[in-house]
């Protein structure tokens, strides 16, 4: 009897584990205009902030995140990721919080200027010097659907 009992809890704990409940992440898009922000453990939808800057969700608001950021590295703000296949395996949809990503110099002679305040507008950050040849770098910004499409030469 106890093999049975087990044999058929395991599947429902394989269930509940693998759903986005288990650990309370968001599993489908934020409301429009919203976005996702986790308080105390949860995860709820929020009115988006007023720019894509580094902001932090602090007694119901907004607030500008002034930490300096990390070297070589730009802000990414949070947002959804749709559902996609990647070779043959489907990657479902998912929610990206904000964060700081490294970036790679693309050749010597270029310095990366990390985004930053200027009161209270943010400046993305970008690369001083000489650019690749024939390439120009396009800062970080909200593609089709408001997907974040991360800085880039072009």
């Known amino acids: 009897m106890k093999k049975i009992l ?3 809890s395991l599947p ?13 992440i968001p599993s489908e898009p934020p409301p429009n205009g919203k976005i996702w922000v986790e308080v105390d453990g949860l995860w709820i939808s929020v009115v988006a902030p007023p720019g894509d800057g580094p902001y932090i969700w602090k007694g119901g608001t907004w607030v500008l995140d002034t930490t300096t950021p990390p070297p070589d590295s730009q ?3 949070g947002h959804w990721v749709p559902g996609h296949k990647k070779g043959n395996t489907w990657i479902p949809g ?4 904000g964060h700081w990503k490294v970036v790679k110099p693309p050749q010597k ?28 770098w396009v800062p970080g910004h909200r593609g089709p659907g408001k997907q974040w499409i991360p800085g880039h030469w072009k």
């Open 75 to 77: 802000w990414v703000p």
């Open 94 to 97: 998912h929610w990206v919080d």
């Open 6 to 8: 087990f044999a058929l």
């Open 12 to 24: 429902l704990l394989l269930i509940i584990l693998v759903s986005g409940h288990a650990f309370a």
């Open 109 to 136: 002679g270029v310095k990366w200027v990390p985004g930053h305040w200027k009161g209270n507008k943010w400046i993305p950050g970008h690369w001083a010097g000489s650019a690749p040849h024939k390439k120009k």
